[in-house]
């Protein structure tokens, strides 16, 4: 599978800080995407970016930003974290084939208190 | 609001029964995709339906896609206790590009032996 990595693991924050999770690929794949997945809610797409530095807004953006400077790097910034944006994070990527699968990384654990 | 509804959300059955989730939308998709969650882990696809009225067969996993091409049904014959997991449809609605990427609401399925 794509080598995904995500950073940190897990965290816990407070309330009214900056957080930034980190996801880095190795496998030059074109689009990359940040969900989180709360229960009852399978998982919702936040931002997405179908190359550097170009990317959009998925269903559940408010309170987030991304960048992506290069093609292996795509972060995800909660510019001043709330407790309703406590939830696992999942980064996928995707190759410019249409039908082919999301590649997705292990996940991140925030907990913001 | 989610643009791909999953039906049931939780379900419970005994080993050997027949059980059949649906995912449903009011969008148009180019295709649909059918993914498997374990618990801590991302999702795993299982299958892509391309053309409307679609069936593939997967082992004791039928899914077909309607002809409509807006809603999807996975049918599990035979439930094992290793069918359990969280099973989550996907796709891009064609309104909003080819790469948008969006799941269901995810149905939670548990086979007791």
């Known amino acids: 599978d794509a080598g995904i990595t995500q950073s940190p693991r897990h965290k816990v924050t407070e309330t009214g800080t900056p957080v930034t999770l980190r996801c880095h690929q190795t496998?030059?794949?074109?689009?990359m995407y940040w969900y989180r997945q709360d229960p009852g809610h399978g998982l919702r797409l936040i931002h997405y970016s179908y190359g550097v530095k170009d990317t959009d807004k998925g269903e559940v953006s408010d309170g987030y930003s991304v960048s992506r400077s290069k093609t292996e790097d795509f972060l995800l910034t909660l510019e001043s974290a709330t407790s309703s944006q406590t939830s696992v994070y999942f980064c996928?990527?995707?190759?410019?084939?249409?039908?082919?699968?999301?590649?997705f990384g292990s996940g991140t654990q925030l907990s913001v208190l | 609001t989610q643009l791909l509804e999953q039906s049931p959300q939780f379900l419970s059955i005994q080993e050997g029964e027949n059980l059949t989730v649906y995912c449903n939308s009011s969008s148009v998709f180019s295709s649909l995709q059918w993914y498997r969650q374990e618990p801590g882990e991302g999702p795993v696809l299982l299958v892509t339906v391309v053309t409307g009225g679609e069936v593939k067969k997967l082992k004791r996993l039928t899914f077909q896609f309607g002809d409509a091409r807006k809603d999807s049904s996975l049918h599990i014959t035979a439930a094992q206790p290793g069918d359990t997991g969280l099973y989550l449809c996907?796709?891009?609605?064609?309104?909003?590009?080819?790469?948008?990427?969006?799941f269901g609401t995810g149905t939670r399925l548990k086979v007791l032996a």
């Open positions: 996928a990527t995707k190759t410019g084939t249409q039908n082919e699968k999301l590649f």
């Open positions: 496998e030059n794949h074109r689009y």
């Open positions: 996907a796709g891009a609605p064609t309104t909003s590009g080819t790469y948008k990427y969006i």
